[in-house]
């Protein structure tokens, strides 16, 4: 079965960076695409951009350009996003997500919480 | 970006009870709409997507319709699982909106 299994918890200065892993199985990784979203406390999911696990182009939100890296190790079959200066407003719950057959995110990760804080 | 509205925001409803829940898109989006639901401290499941197709094992009184702006999640008998947050989003063009969230609680 298909599994997203994504790094622990972090704690941050404002300034920091941050990377997070997601590490899948049950599936050939690189055929899909994996989203990152994120959700903030109280606010709604935010997606952040995507990877194609086959040949590495990505597409990111414009909110995060420039400060949010995602990329992939096929060997490891596992996914990669960082986030850089890093400030209160980026604490929250970062989710990987594999869409399914179609433009849905059918499977997700755990979530790893991010927290930046002096 | 496309802006996606759900209404209401909450609701408190009785098991047994049929629960609708609206999302509007600032723009039209096809079918390209999916609906997810989160229970706390959970990542979400996909219950519905391209507006109207039943994620396989998600129980059939979940459905959904709509096309173009105006979408609709449909729970025709709540029951005691399905209290929790219920969240929109469309995927016709990145980036991937969602909507604020319907929190379904117990009456």
């Known amino acids: 079965q298909v599994q997203l299994v994504q790094s622990g918890a972090e704690v941050k200065k404002p300034g920091a960076s941050v990377k997070v892993s997601c590490k899948a199985s049950?599936?050939?990784?690189?055929?899909?695409?994996m989203h990152w979203v994120r959700q903030a406390p109280g606010q709604r999911f935010e997606w952040m951009g995507w990877?194609?696990?086959?040949?590495?182009?990505?597409k990111y939100s414009q909110k995060f350009q420039g400060r949010f890296t995602i990329t992939r190790d096929t060997s490891a079959t596992t996914a990669y996003m960082e986030l850089s200066s890093l400030r209160s407003e980026d604490t929250a719950v970062y989710y990987c997500a594999r869409d399914g057959s179609g433009s849905y995110n059918q499977y997700w990760g755990q979530g790893t919480l991010v927290t930046v804080s002096s | 970006d496309i802006q996606m509205t759900q209404s209401p925001s909450s609701l408190s409803a009785s098991v047994g009870d049929r629960v609708t829940i609206t999302c509007r898109a600032s723009?039209?989006?096809?079918?390209?709409l999916n609906w997810y639901q989160q229970k706390p401290g959970k990542a979400p499941k996909l219950l519905i997507y391209a507006a109207s197709s039943l994620q396989s094992g998600v129980p059939s009184r979940f459905s959904g319709s709509g096309s173009g702006t105006d979408f609709t999640l449909t729970i025709s008998s709540l029951q005691p699982e399905d209290f929790a947050t219920y969240y929109c989003q469309q995927s016709y063009i990145t980036p991937r909106t969602f909507g604020q969230g319907t929190k379904v609680e117990i009456k």
């Open positions: 049950g599936y050939t990784f690189t055929t899909y695409v």
């Open positions: 990877i194609d696990a086959g040949n590495g182009n990505t």
């Open positions: 723009q039209t989006i096809s079918t390209f």
